[in-house]
């Protein structure tokens, strides 16, 4: 079923352990074998891109899962910054978020958001919403001919 036969690498921005515990989860039931990655700020999502510090060996990942409420760098902030870097502008960025805010939601969309979710409140409606994600990313889509590459060399293991 699988269209790429790279495995896709999602980087997940997410600072609430729990919240990304469930991401992590859904991923793991789905039998699709994608790669999650995470980091808890919107400062280590920017170095992790960026290839900085102890991210500078790290691959690029093939989509950016964002939560917007993050401690210091705030999940608008990161995806203004990822869509003003030429490196990174068409790099897939799905706003994961529980803010049903219309002014979130515009404004995402006006810094360049691929996808805005609100995250459900019942554990199988979030599974569902997440493993959907991952199909709809990790198997269906398909990436800017500059990423495909970027793809096709990306392997890593679960963080």
Known sequence: MKQNASLVQFLLVEDEDSHA?????????NSVANS???VSSGHDALAYLNREGK????????????????PGISGH???????QNPGLAKLPVVVLTTS?????????????ANSYLTKPLEFES?????????????VWNRPPIAAESTASSAVVSNA
């Open 21 to 29: 515990e469930l991401v992590r989860l859904a991923f793991e039931r």
């Open 36 to 38: 999650l990655v995470r």
């Open 55 to 70: 991210y500078a060996d790290q691959p690029m990942p093939d989509v950016v899962l964002l939560d917007l409420n993050l």
């Open 77 to 83: 902030e990161v995806l203004e910054r990822i869509r």
């Open 100 to 112: 049903s805010n219309d002014n979130d939601r515009s404004r995402a969309y006006d810094l360049g």
């Open 126 to 138: 979030f599974q569902q919403m997440v493993r959907d994600l991952q199909l709809y990313w990790g």
